[in-house]
């Protein structure tokens, strides 16, 4: 597996005609984000689905969660009157598109429709995307997955107003970290620019997206950082921590609302990689992982059965926090 993006390099012209004349022609569109979508994944998905009905096109999103919810930091995003439950989903669509999706196994419950459907078209920006489409437009030095979809967009010749750019560049935004990450290029501004041109307003959907929380929050917060361990001689230096269903449950507190503590435990000067193992409402532990450059936390996820980005990764454990940080450990 390469994790250099250079490696690849950009969507041949053939694949972008390809997925012109495929949408062009269908009269259906099936679309599908990653489960547990983040802005990237829904706001990709909602922008193309937006501009495609607005053509007259039939269009039906969603993402194959067994209990369907869009996270509430993401309900402002326009659109969501697209969104259909997983089981309300086209059977065998004639053509669907993927968004954020780097292995069908991301798709959830809807990688059985993803298996029935004529034409797979697969919109994507992890370097690990397996090319499980019929046809892939995967560029892993794409900041956004936003960024091929709005190319997508361009190349279909359709207009891109102010709701269509507002769930752009909430992926754009979000997956370049508000363009602090290595993903930030002179393009990603240039991109950025084009959509603040829309009208949309940067400063809502950056307090929807980063400065917003339940009070419980800053209870369950302060409980994972208490409990935040240092390794400074595990690989190239280790901080992490864990937050248990009971955290949440004592303060009311849903799953998606803890995703940000992340950022506040990587801060740490004395480690290059972060780690928090969060419990679900399953009892399983989605583990999110950050490396500052010296680790690959890709390969490490993909090790232990998940996957993403050279620098932000995770996987799902079923073990218990000490095994799985034992196995995490082991790879580091
Ligand atoms: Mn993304």
């Given amino acids: 597996m390469t994790s250099d993006p250079r490696e690849s390099g950009p969507v041949p012209e053939r694949d972008w005609d390809r997925a012109v004349e495929l949408v062009s022609a269908a009269g259906e569109v099936a679309l599908a984000c990653h489960i547990s979508p983040d802005a990237d994944a829904l706001g990709s998905m909602l922008a193309v689905g937006m501009a495609l009905r607005a053509e007259g096109k039939r269009v039906t999103a969603s993402f194959g969660e067994r209990r369907f919810r869009v996270p509430r930091l993401l309900r402002f995003l326009p659109g969501q009157d697209l969104l259909v439950e997983p089981g309300a ?24 429709n993803a298996g029935k459907t004529r034409e797979l078209v697969v919109i994507d920006h992890h370097a690990s995307n397996t090319g499980f489409g019929t046809l892939n437009l995967v560029d892993p030095a794409a900041a956004a997955t936003a960024v091929l979809a709005e190319e997508l967009l361009v190349r279909l010749g359709l207009p891109i107003g102010e709701e269509v750019a507002t769930c752009l560049y909430a992926g754009l935004v979000t997956d370049t970290g508000s ?12 991109m ?50 864990f937050v248990t269903r009971e955290d949440r449950a004592a303060q009311g507190l849903p799953y998606d609302e803890v995703e940000g503590i992340i ?70």
């Fill in 89 to 112: 989903y086209p059977t065998a669509p004639e053509l669907m598109m993927t968004f954020d999706v780097p292995i069908a196994d991301r798709l959830g419950t809807l990688a059985v």
């Fill in 192 to 241: 950025a620019a084009r959509l603040l041109a829309t009208g949309l307003n940067p400063e809502q959907i950056a307090r929807e997206v980063w400065d917003r929380s339940p009070f419980g929050y800053l209870r369950v917060l302060g409980t994972a950082l208490d409990r935040a361990v240092l390794e400074p001689s595990t690989g190239p230096g280790l901080v992490w921590t």
């Fill in 179 to 190: 363009f602090r990450y290595s993903s930030t290029t002179p393009e990603a501004h240039v």
């Fill in 263 to 332: 950022d506040v435990v990587r801060r740490t000067d004395e480690a290059d990689v972060a780690v928090i193992l969060k419990e679900d409402d399953d009892g399983a532990w989605q583990v999110s992982t950050r490396s500052k450059g010296a680790v690959d936390v890709a390969r490490v996820c993909a090790a232990l059965g998940g996957g993403g980005h050279a620098r932000a990764a995770g996987f799902t454990s079923h073990l218990s926090v000490e095994r799985t940080m034992d196995s995490l450990r082991a790879l580091l």
